[in-house]
C-alpha cells in the first residue's frame, strides 16, 4: 500500500509506467473526438499537415521544458516555476487554474460516453434502456438536456477519477493507465478494421490523405493554424501542470528525451487513428465530416444505428474505448491540481494528508460538474457568458483558448535551456536534439503560440480579424 502521507514522494514504479500514466493523459477525448472533428471542419488534409507541423516544432520541445522543470525541482507546477523565480509564480497558478475549469466539463463528457457505452450495450441485448432505434439527435437532445441523468452520470465519472487518483501516483495512477492503455490500442485497431471496410470507406480516407490545401487560401491558413496549435495544447496536456507533476514523479536515471519524444508521439497516432475509425464510417454511410461537436454523439451514434446487426457491439466499444481514454485523461488532470495542493501545504508547513487534498478537489470538481451539466450545452435556459453558446463552450475558452496557450508560451519564455540539458544529460546521457531544440523554443515556438493565441482569440470573440 502506498504511503500518502505528505513528505513522502510520490514516484513511478518504471518508465514503461511513466509513459503509460503520461500517454494516457494526452490521449483522451482530444484525440478521439476534438482531432477527428476539427480535421473534418478545417480541410481534412490541410489540417493534418500543420497538426503535424506544429507536435514537432512546438509539441515536443515544449512537452520536454515541462518534464525537464518538474523533474528538476520535484513540486507541481506552481512551486516549480516559483523555484525558478517568485515572479514567475502567477504562470504556475495559471496552469493550475486551468486543469479544474477543464475537469468540470471533462467529467460531463466522459458521464455522456458512460451513457452512450451502456445504451449501445441495451441495444446489444435488445433491452429497453438502449437507444432502440430512436434519431440520434433527438436521442442526445433528450439526454444532454435531462439535469438529473446527465449529473448523476457526471458524478459518477468524478467518483471514479477521484477512486483511482487515491491509490496513488504508482497504485493508482501508474497500475490503473499500464492496463487500460494497452486495452484502448486493441480496442481502437478493432474498431479501424470495422470503420474502413464498410463499403464506401475509401472516400474517407480521401479526405484524410489526399493533399487538398483549399482550407488555406487567403488568411484561412492563420485560422487552421489557431485551431490546429489549440487542439496540440490540449491534446498533448501541455500548459496544464500535468507534464511538471508527471515529471516531478520520474526518477532521476529516467532518459527524459526519449520520453518527450514517445509521448508526442504516441498520442499523434492514436489522434490519426482515431481519425481512421470515424472518418471512413462517417462518409461510408453518408454522414458529414465537418459536423462539429455533434460528430461524436450524433453523427458516430447514426453510423453505428446503420451499420446493422453488430452496430451496437461496436457502439459499445467505441464508446467504451473513449470513456476509457478520457478517465486516463481526468486523472492526470485531477494529479496536476493535487501536486499543486500537496506543495502549497507543505510550504505552508501544514501536514494534511494527500488523501484528504483529493477527496475536497474532488468534492469541488463533483460541484462544477454538476453545474456544467444541469446547463445541458445551454438548452436549459441558464444565463450564458463571455457571449458562449453554453458553460462548457465559457470555460473552454478561459481554460483552453487562453490560459494555456498562454502559460505555454511562458514555458518557452522562462524555462531555461540549461536547465533541460542538465536534466537530460543526467546519467551520461547524450542530448541528441539540443540544437533542434533550442532554435525552436527559442524562435518557432514562442511565434507559434503568439499567432495560436491571436487566432483563438478571434475565433472565440469574433473579432474577425483574419477573414
Ligand atoms: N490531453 C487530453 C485529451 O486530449 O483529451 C485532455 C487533457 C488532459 C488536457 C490533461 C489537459 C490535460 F492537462
Given at each position: 500500500m502506498e504511503n500518502n502521507n505528505l513528505n513522502t514522494k510520490q514516484q513511478f514504479g518504471s518508465n514503461f509506467g511513466f509513459l503509460m500514466a503520461a500517454v494516457g493523459s494526452a490521449v483522451g477525448l482530444g484525440n478521439l473526438w476534438g482531432f477527428p472533428y476539427k480535421m473534418g471542419a478545417n480541410g481534412g488534409f490541410a489540417f493534418l499537415i500543420l497538426y503535424l507541423i506544429l507536435v514537432v516544432f512546438v509539441g515536443y520541445v515544449i512537452m520536454l521544458s515541462e518534464l525537464a522543470l518538474g523533474r528538476k525541482t520535484g513540486k507541481g507546477v506552481v512551486g516549480a516555476f516559483t523555484d525558478l523565480?517568485?515572479?514567475?509564480?502567477f504562470i504556475g497558478w495559471m496552469s493550475a487554474i486551468a486543469p479544474w475549469l477543464i475537469l468540470s466539463f471533462y467529467c460531463m463528457l466522459g458521464g455522456y460516453c458512460m451513457k452512450y457505452a451502456l445504451a449501445n450495450l441495451g441495444d446489444v441485448f435488445g433491452?429497453?434502456?438502449?437507444?432502440?432505434?430512436?434519431?440520434s439527435g433527438a436521442y442526445f437532445g433528450a439526454f444532454t438536456s435531462n439535469m438529473v441523468e446527465t449529473s448523476i452520470y457526471s458524478l459518477v465519472f468524478v467518483a471514479l477519477t477521484v477512486l483511482i487518483v487515491l491509490g496513488g501516483v504508482k497504485g493508482g495512477i501508474e497500475k490503473f493507465t499500464s492496463i487500460a492503455m494497452p486495452a484502448l490500442f486493441v480496442m481502437l485497431v478493432i474498431t479501424i478494421i470495422r470503420s474502413v471496410t464498410l463499403p464506401g470507406a475509401a472516400a474517407g480516407l480521401e479526405f484524410m490523405?489526399?493533399?487538398?490545401?483549399?482550407?488555406?487560401?487567403g488568411t484561412g491558413w492563420i485560422t487552421v493554424l489557431a485551431v490546429a496549435g489549440g487542439q496540440m495544447f490540449f491534446s498533448l496536456s501541455l500548459g496544464m501542470s500535468i507534464m511538471v507533476a508527471y515529471g516531478s514523479y520520474?526518477?532521476?536515471?529516467?532518459n527524459m528525451e526519449r520520453s518527450a519524444l514517445i509521448i508526442p508521439f504516441a498520442d499523434t497516432l492514436v489522434a490519426i487513428m482515431a481519425g481512421l475509425a470515424t472518418m471512413p464510417a462517417v462518409f461510408a454511410m453518408g454522414?458529414?465530416?465537418?459536423?462539429g461537436p455533434g460528430l461524436l454523439f450524433i453523427t458516430l451514434q447514426t453510423v453505428f444505428g446503420a451499420m446493422g446487426g453488430f452496430g451496437p457491439f461496436f457502439g459499445f466499444l467505441f464508446y467504451f474505448l473513449v470513456f476509457i481514454a478520457a478517465i486516463t485523461s481526468s486523472i492526470s488532470l485531477l494529479e496536476g491540481i493535487t501536486a499543486v495542493a500537496v506543495d502549497t501545504a507543505a510550504e505552508k508547513g501544514k501536514t494534511i494528508h494527500r488523501n484528504k487534498l483529493i477527496a475536497a478537489l474532488g468534492i469541488s470538481i463533483a460541484i462544477t460538474s454538476v453545474l456544467v451539466s444541469i446547463d445541458g450545452l445551454g438548452a436549459n435556459g441558464f444565463p450564458q457568458f463571455?457571449?458562449?453558446?453554453?458553460w462548457l463552450d465559457a470555460i473552454d475558452l478561459v481554460s483552453e483558448g487562453i490560459l494555456m496557450p498562454l502559460a505555454a508560451c511562458y514555458c518557452a519564455i522562462v524555462i531555461p535551456t540549461e536547465l533541460v540539458k542538465e536534466e537530460v544529460t543526467l546519467?551520461?546521457?547524450?542530448?541528441?536534439t539540443q540544437k533542434f531544440y533550442d532554435f525552436c523554443i527559442k524562435f518557432i515556438a514562442p511565434i507559434m503560440m503568439v499567432i495560436v493565441l491571436l487566432g483563438q482569440m478571434d475565433g472565440f470573440f469574433g473579432l474577425g480579424m483574419f477573414g
Open positions: 523565480s517568485k515572479k514567475y509564480r433491452a429497453g434502456w438502449g437507444v432502440a432505434g430512436a434519431d490523405f489526399k493533399p487538398d490545401w483549399s482550407a488555406f487560401q520520474l526518477p532521476k536515471e529516467q454522414q458529414t465530416p465537418g459536423a463571455f457571449g458562449q453558446g453554453c546519467n551520461g546521457n547524450q542530448f541528441r
